[in-house]
């Protein structure tokens, strides 16, 4: 059985988005781009070297630009801040009072935690919403 070029093309842009569904890298995508690029090189008759340039161009272009859209940009919330990463992120805790050191003892998810206020923010007592998870400490915002 000979396969055309272009069907070993598709072949490899199956397995690089099976790949991709397995460890969920986006990534992957794009350089399947680019081995459907290379298989349409092939469909319009291009040596094996245009494929191959196709492939490499259209799929590294494609990872880079992924990249400079998705990379984190200054002022972009820290992923501890995210719900989606962590949970505890919006829960309401309620503090009694701040120690000298700027740390405060809650009762959190049946188990004693460690609170923190945001630097330059004044402590004050009352309910707080949980902002983000700094180690095993709960950075607090008042309500």
Do not use: K
Request: with cysteine; hydrophobic share 50%; net charge positive.
């Amino acid at each position: 059985m000979d396969l055309a070029q272009s069907t070993w093309w598709w072949i490899a842009t199956g397995a690089l988005v099976a790949l991709e569904l397995l460890v969920g890298t986006f990534y992957l995508l794009m350089l399947a781009l680019g081995a459907a690029a290379g298989a349409i090189a092939a469909h319009l008759g291009a040596p094996l070297s245009a494929q191959l340039i196709a492939a490499a161009v259209i799929g590294g272009a494609a990872v880079v630009a992924c990249y400079l859209i998705r990379r984190p940009r200054p002022g972009d919330p820290s992923p501890r801040a995210q719900r989606s990463v962590n949970l505890d992120v919006g829960e309401t805790v309620h503090i009694d009072r701040w120690n000298a050191d700027g740390t405060a003892s809650v009762r959190y998810r049946g188990a004693p935690w460690t609170a923190i206020h945001r630097p330059g923010v004044a402590p004050r007592t009352g309910p707080h919403r949980v902002a983000e998870l700094v180690g095993s400490r709960l950075l607090v915002d008042p309500l």
